[in-house]
């Protein structure tokens, strides 16, 4: 393994290895073939997962597995190299099914599912969305009432049917099914119930009605199907009652008093899934890009005067502005989905650490996904005609992953979510804060924006590549103002030449306040940045000056200090909407002072 594949593997190295030697079975490649057929394949190739311990990675040691969560999400998005369909009917077994039972449930629904669950030989499905409520799932209608020592599922209409669920129409014999919990006569909020959809022989259970979804754009190895419930009865125990229990006798207990906070952590369980859509994502996105790229190498097109030989496509710039870009992004989703990864295997079972990683989640589940569905296509256009072939996968694909920009969370619904975090985070940091602390988180967040803009600007000092300096560009031709050097006697002057500030004895003072002043002279030198007109370090300098003047001035000063922030601010903003513009400020004094 070379140095750069094994950085790229990252921590779950051994896992991608395993999925590579995986993948190379023939009996994995993708394939087409009729509907059954597609579903048929798709099943046996679980077992093959389950069979080759893959399965095992995401559960506890206790119950057959090795309680690798990273390995286990890092596998699944090795299986989007292959069949995709493979992928999703894993996800829902193993992630979804698996994963609700694992952490919805307690020990006596794992003792009595899990290692079934692992083995596949209890097919299962998530029974979530209806047709009438997919993203608001607080507003679920299917109903789980406790009555009699039992829990009776009911739907009740077509509104409210279990929709486009996974392993519902073929192969499920058990979902864990999302429902209102009604207990005396009181609604206590969406819990979660295994419910067996199937008899042994494969038909569905009493009150069960099962549809199939029918053929589907793409990911036509998975079954997907519609359930109803009319009146089903499960017993009390088939409560996944890790957020909330029902007695005997009807009493409902939770360790989560606030309905609302409840909820939500219980959905902050299964944020797995949704980690796993973004990695299989990137996964395909991969697989696009490496048959463009390699094509571009060999891909040869037009000749240029003085040649023979007709030049290959990645040579033209215009291929390459379709492509590098796409396959830079794709490489800063695979480091982002890396990290994203790492924290929630080491923190998923602290709740307070595992919040903030859900909306990282939600954020690169939509980049991701959005970032695939564009790749893929512009990859299919790069290669032409060939690129429309389906031995040549984009149509695949297409058809396969278009789909991940809505399940796990519509992309849409999700950067809502990720904003909410963000200005609730934003409202606790400045819940607490006066007039003062609100200047100078102001000024300190103008100070940082304007630094991290400069040094993602600044040219690399020649010494950290061995090379020759660089050539300047035009921005940095422009006219610098320089360290200002002892003029010596005036005898050593030129006739006329006027004396610099410093060596007069001038002390500007800045209108801030009485906590700034100017640096004072030096042994008759003055120093001044080297600074080109329109440069960034005036506005770092008076953002500062903002903060001093707003410690150490009283509340004339402070406010004043404000006004005086407002312009360095509105300068960051520009600077970040237009990095390329020099923008001029050569009527404000550029004036340095002391840290």
Same mark, same amino acid.
């Given at each position: 393994?070379? /140095? ?21 079975? =023939?009996?994995?490649? #993708? ?30 040691? /206790? ?19 292959? !069949? ?21 449930? @307690? ?48 739907? %009740? ?38 419910? #067996? ?6 038909? #569905? ?29 499960? #017993? ?17 207990? @939770? ?21 796993? *859509? ?72 602290? /709740? ?97 924006? *304007? ?16 090379? %020759? %300096? ?49 640096? =004072? ?15 960034? %370090? ?32 509105? !300068? ?22 002391? =840290?």
């Amino acid at each position: 393994m070379t /140095e750069l594949q094994a950085h790229l593997d990252g921590r779950w190295a051994a896992v991608r290895n395993t999925a590579r030697e995986l993948l190379d079975d =023939p009996r994995l490649v #993708p394939s087409l073939g009729s509907l059954e057929e597609q579903r048929a394949r798709t099943f046996d190739r679980l077992r093959m997962l389950a069979e080759a311990g893959v399965s095992r990675l995401g559960f506890p040691k /206790e119950y057959g597995g090795l309680d690798d969560l990273g390995g286990s999400i890092t596998g699944f998005e090795m299986l989007a190299l292959g !069949d995709l369909s493979l992928l999703v009917k894993a996800g829902v077994q193993f992630g979804l099914f698996g994963g609700a039972i694992l952490h919805l449930g @307690t020990e006596r629904h794992h003792e009595a599912y899990l290692a079934d669950v692992i083995s596949v030989a209890l097919p299962g499905c998530f029974a979530m969305t209806e047709t009438g409520h997919g993203s608001d799932v607080a507003a679920l209608r299917t109903t789980a009432t406790y009555e009699d020592g039992v829990f009776v599922i009911e739907t %009740p209409d077509d509104d409210a049917r279990k929709d486009y669920i996974g392993n519902a129409a073929r192969d499920g014999r058990a979902a864990v099914v999302f429902a209102q919990l009604i207990t005396a006569g009181e609604q206590q909020g969406v819990h979660a119930f295994v419910v #067996p959809i199937r008899d042994s022989d494969g038909s #569905p259970a009493d009150g069960v009605r099962i549809e199939d979804c029918g053929p589907k754009a793409g990911l036509n190895g998975v079954d997907n199907g519609r359930l109803w419930f009319d009146g089903v009865r499960i #017993p009390r125990e088939n409560l996944l009652n890790g957020y909330g229990d029902v007695a005997a006798d009807g009493t409902y207990s @939770t360790p989560i008093e606030n309905p609302t906070r409840r909820f939500f952590t219980m959905l902050g369980t299964l944020i797995q899934g949704r980690v796993s *859509v973004a990695g299989g994502a990137g996964s395909a996105t991969k697989v696009a890009l490496a048959i463009a790229v390699r094509y571009a190498e060999v891909r040869r097109q037009f000749t240029a005067p003085g040649r023979d030989a007709e030049i290959v496509l990645l040579d033209y710039l215009a291929h390459q502005r379709r492509l590098l870009p796409a396959l830079a992004r794709t490489y800063a989703l695979h480091f982002a989905q890396g990290e994203l990864v790492g924290a929630l295997h080491d923190d998923f079972a602290d /709740e307070e650490r595992r919040r903030p990683l859900e909306a990282r989640a939600a954020a690169i589940k939509a980049a991701a996904t959005w970032h695939a569905t564009a790749t893929i296509q512009t990859c299919r256009e790069a290669c032409g005609g060939a690129g429309y072939l389906t031995e040549n996968q984009f149509a695949r694909l297409k058809a396969d992953t278009d789909v991940f920009t809505t399940f796990e969370g519509d992309n849409t619904v999700l950067l809502q979510l990720v904003g909410k975090e963000l200005l609730t985070a934003y409202r606790s940091q400045f819940g607490e804060l006066d007039w003062l602390g609100t200047i100078r988180f102001v000024a300190e967040q103008t100070v940082d924006t *304007v630094v991290e803009h400069t040094a993602a600007h600044r040219r690399e000092a020649p010494a950290r590549h061995g090379g %020759p %300096p660089p050539a300047p560009s035009r921005r940095q031709r422009r006219p610098v103002r320089h360290v200002q050097r002892d003029p010596g006697p005036p005898a050593a002057r030129r006739p006329g030449a006027r004396r610099p500030a410093a060596a007069r004895g001038v002390r500007r003072r800045h209108r801030l306040g009485a906590g700034v002043r100017p640096t =004072p002279a030096r042994g008759g030198v003055r120093p001044v940045r080297a600074v080109r007109r329109g440069g960034r %370090p005036g506005v770092v300098h008076r953002a500062r000056a903002a903060v001093d003047a707003a410690q150490q001035g009283g509340d004339r000063h402070g406010r004043r200090a404000v006004r005086r922030a407002a312009p360095a601010r509105d !300068d960051a903003d520009r600077r970040l909407r237009h990095p390329g513009r020099v923008h001029h400020r050569a009527d404000r004094p550029n004036v340095e002072f002391d =840290p």
